[in-house]
């Protein structure tokens, strides 16, 4: 088995990382970056991910695809206020969930999650030097079955087997507690770009690490702390300029990367000048420009009510794990957004000690997933992780209650069944409606899907023994069984929710990955086929200048055609990678002969005009030849 890596799939950003022996490391990706931007860039054939993609964003916003984490297994319906905030379209897909359109094509958040998966993996590939085609995906560790379904397909997409699944509170905990030779009970605080969850484990000095209980929240992150300054720096302007931005898709963009930028600054100052020249354009065609200042307190007073809302995940986590804050030895921050010093406070308070500070929030995660590939290929063989099911699963029963079958914070892989009857005389089939939540009416929780037991002979209501089993694997992806048991009727369904991806549907995903793939391949080979030309054009006109005393007029001729010829098509636009190689072969074959011919000539053009003290020696050994010759002659007569 190659190496297994750990992949932190984020909202904003991703980081991936291996074991190295038992110990995790970060792989920086191709750029050298230990972080990649989570945004791809889609026009025609051209697929660009990462720091490339995030750079086209201001001056084709409509190209780039960001945060493709917050739709991921979510129904259109569910995602409305995500919907909004970006500036690429999209629209409800034939199955109800989100398609994103670019370019005049329609894609699901999973094939956008796998492009940047894809990138992940070829650039883990460069640095090991290794075929990487098995990976650990982290997910929030509130992310329902639909999601992790969907983060799923898209490794697969992408070309990895995704051996586990695995929550991102859980693989920082990993990472934190690989030297722990105590036991304690610790808190995960993880806020990332687009997800919140706080997780509580305990950690044992033997090598265990038991989630006791998790609660977060899959709609809150950094990115909306971004979006309430980018909609206060929007209503400022208005004030201003009577003029509103939101009409504006570029003006947007660069107030949204101005937004993020000044959130990091105002981590580590009080105040942040903004200045954005040009941002739009008035109705005489005058430019705008915004400038203006943002204080911390004004920042703290903007996301005030955003950070609030993680207080009641923390208050559950800590009610579900039976554990009081007071009992908590150590909080660790996960996640960019725990830099903002309110969130820290903000923690702080709530557990009534200060966050330990010795783990990397962007990269704990990767490092924690990275770890549990170590133990699937049998690199760790002491670590033992016991993780849980964060929502409760059930079925809708009579009355359209939801009856849990599984309840949260129950630890996974799990098993359990229920038995339920019909609820009318001679029913011949059941449907099993499978829902999860803490709602106590089905329809206000998330709908998994549903599936038909049929075949049920005649019989009296309630006579009908009907087992359903709910099977959740270590992934936490549901697999839902119904049996009848008077007659051994049985029928099994894999739930795979709002996306439903079929197998076909993955397959087809993956051939449009690699297409891309071969395309970016092929604009790689000929941009560098190009610079291979340019080269020898360089080296040709350096030739003429340094030669151009020497050279025949022919040949001066005949310099400056292949120079023409040459960049006539390294510049066609249509010029094939055949055709750029011909010519850099031409001309590699002419500048050899060339400079053979004319380093003959100097050569010989040096002989010639030697010293004077040369030539005096040369007519010197001329005479005493001559003389030699006649003493010789003397001698034989």
């Known amino acids: 088995m190659g190496k297994i890596i750990g992949i932190d799939l984020g909202t904003t950003n991703s980081a991936f990382a291996y074991t190295l022996g038992e110990k995790p490391e970060i792989i920086p990706n191709e750029e050298g970056d230990r972080t990649t931007p989570s945004v791809v860039y889609i026009k025609g054939d051209q697929l660009l991910v990462g720091k490339l993609a995030k750079r086209k964003a201001v001056l084709e916003p409509e190209n780039v695809v960001y945060e493709a984490k917050r739709f991921i297994g979510h129904k259109y319906t569910e995602v409305q206020k995500e919907v909004n905030s970006v500036s690429y379209k999209t629209k409800k ?6 398609l994103i359109e670019v370019d005049g094509k329609d894609y699901k958040p999973e094939q956008i999650s796998a492009f940047v998966l894809q990138k992940i993996k070829q650039d883990a590939e460069k640095y090991l030097g290794e075929t990487v085609d098995s990976a650990v995906i982290t997910v929030p560790a509130h992310f329902n079955d639909s999601q992790r379904n969907a983060t799923k397909a898209a490794g697969e997409i992408a070309g990895l087997k995704v051996e586990r699944i695995i929550n991102e509170p859980t693989a920082a905990a990993l990472s934190y507690g690989l030297d722990s030779q105590k036991d304690e009970k610790i808190a995960v605080y993880d806020l990332g770009g687009g997800t919140f969850d706080v997780t509580i484990l305990d950690i044992g000095s033997e090598g265990t690490f038991q989630v006791l209980s998790t609660s977060g929240d899959t709609s809150l992150g950094g990115a909306d702390f971004d979006e309430a300054l980018v909609n206060h720096l929007k209503e400022e302007f208005k004030k201003a300029e009577g003029m509103d931005l939101g009409d504006d898709p570029m003006a947007m963009q660069r107030l949204k990367e101005e937004a993020e930028n000044t959130k990091i600054q105002l981590s580590q100052t009080e105040n942040v000048e903004i200045n954005i020249p040009y941002i739009t354009s008035g109705s005489d065609g005058q430019p705008k420009h915004l400038q203006t200042n943002i204080t911390r307190a ?8 955003l950070v609030d809302k993680t207080r009641k995940p923390v208050q559950d986590a800590l009610s579900d794990a039976g554990v009081s804050s007071g009992e908590i030895n150590e909080v660790i921050l996960v996640g960019g957004s725990t830099r903002v010093p309110l969130v ?14 010795t783990v990397n929030p962007d990269e704990a995660v990767a490092l924690g997933a990275a770890i549990q590939g170590g133990i699937l290929q049998g690199d760790s063989k002491d670590i033992l992780l016991l993780d849980v099911t964060p929502l409760s699963l059930g079925v809708e029963v009579e009355g359209g209650l939801l009856d849990t079958v599984i309840p949260r914070n129950t630890t996974i892989p799990a098993s359990k069944s229920k038995t339920y009857t019909t609820a009318q005389d001679n029913q ?9 939540g803490e709602r106590s009416m089905a329809q206000d929780n998330k709908n998994l899907g549903m599936f038909n037991l049929e ?3 005649p019989m009296r209501r309630g006579e009908a023994q009907i087992e359903v089993t709910f099977d959740i694997d270590a992934n936490g992806i549901l697999n839902v069984s119904a049996k009848e048991k008077t007659t051994g009727k049985e029928q099994k369904v894999t739930i795979q929710g709002a996306t439903n991806i079929s197998e076909d549907e993955v397959n087809k995903m993956q051939q449009e990955a690699e297409k891309f793939a071969e395309e970016d391949k092929k604009r790689k080979e000929m941009v560098e086929a190009k610079n291979q ?12 200048k340094e030669q151009e005393s020497n050279l025949s007029d022919e040949d001066k001729d005949k310099i400056q055609n292949l120079i023409t010829d040459a960049r006539a098509v390294k510049d066609d636009e249509n010029s094939t990678k055949e055709q750029i190689d011909e010519q850099t072969q031409k001309l590699q074959t002419e500048v050899s002969n060339l400079m053979q011919q004319y380093a003959a000539a100097n050569q010989q053009q040096e002989t010639s005009t030697e010293s004077p003290e ?12 001559s003389e030699k010759n006649e003493d010789n002659k003397d001698s034989k007569n």
């Open 455 to 457: 075949g049920i002979p």
């Open 533 to 544: 030309l340019d080269a020898m054009i360089y080296q040709l006109e350096n030739f003429q």
């Open 614 to 625: 040369g030539a005096q020696t040369t007519e010197a050994e001329v005479v005493e030849d």
């Open 428 to 436: 011949p089939a059941v449907t099993i409606n499978v829902y999860q």
């Open 298 to 305: 004004t920042f703290e007073n903007l996301i005030k009510s």
């Open 344 to 357: 820290r406070d903000t923690v702080k308070e709530l557990f009534g000690k200060e966050p330990k500070m």
């Open 93 to 98: 897909g034939s199955d109800d969930g989100v």
